[in-house]
């Protein structure tokens, strides 16, 4: 019988260099798969629905001149902010209109949101009028899912509605 000997020598450096090393790759493995596994969505590349996609205006009265706030969304976006019937003589009366809503529109462009406005200093009041203008034609936009419950439960039991 033959039989060779081997003999291994381990130095206790090594081994707990080793076992560190391997720790350290469980746990980013570990790691790499809670944030990119699956189940894990990115709020910002799901898309939903906000709004009704199309072109909604809201009233804006100011000395008796009836104005038209028009706003154009998407279904994620709100892409445009405007008067649709500002005429020479609204911008004579009031100057500051004008600037104010661009100024307004250019914030919700870059947000999104109309919680982030901040008003003018120049003309609060005016740019408020503005705001609670654009929030009203928003909120028409704005999905509305329990109406939207509401009307499939009128499409698949209509018998239960009377």
């Known amino acids: ?23 350290l790759c469980i746990l980013l493995i570990v790691l790499l798969f809670v944030m990119f596994g699956p189940g894990h969505t990115d709020k910002k590349q799901t898309s939903h ?32 902010i405007r008067f649709a019937n500002l005429d020479e003589t609204v911008t004579t009366m009031f100057p500051l209109i004008q600037p104010a809503i661009e100024e307004i529109a250019d914030q919700i462009y870059d947000t999104q949101s109309l919680d982030a406005v901040e008003l003018s200093d120049d003309a609060p ?14 909120e028409k936009a704005a999905v509305n ?7 499939s439960l009128i499409v698949f039991y209509p018998s239960t509605i009377r």
């Open 125 to 138: 009041y005016t740019s408020q009028i503005i705001l609670n203008a654009i929030r009203q034609a928003v």
């Open 1 to 23: 019988m033959d039989s060779k000997t081997k003999i291994v020598v381990l130095h206790t450096k090594e081994l707990i260099y080793t076992a560190v090393f391997a720790l």
């Open 49 to 80: 629905k906000q709004y009704t996609p199309g072109t909604y205006t809201s009233t804006l009265t100011l000395n008796n001149t009836n104005l038209e706030v028009e706003v154009s969304v998407d279904s994620s976006r709100i892409n445009s």
């Open 145 to 151: 899912k329990t109406a939207a419950s509401c009307i």
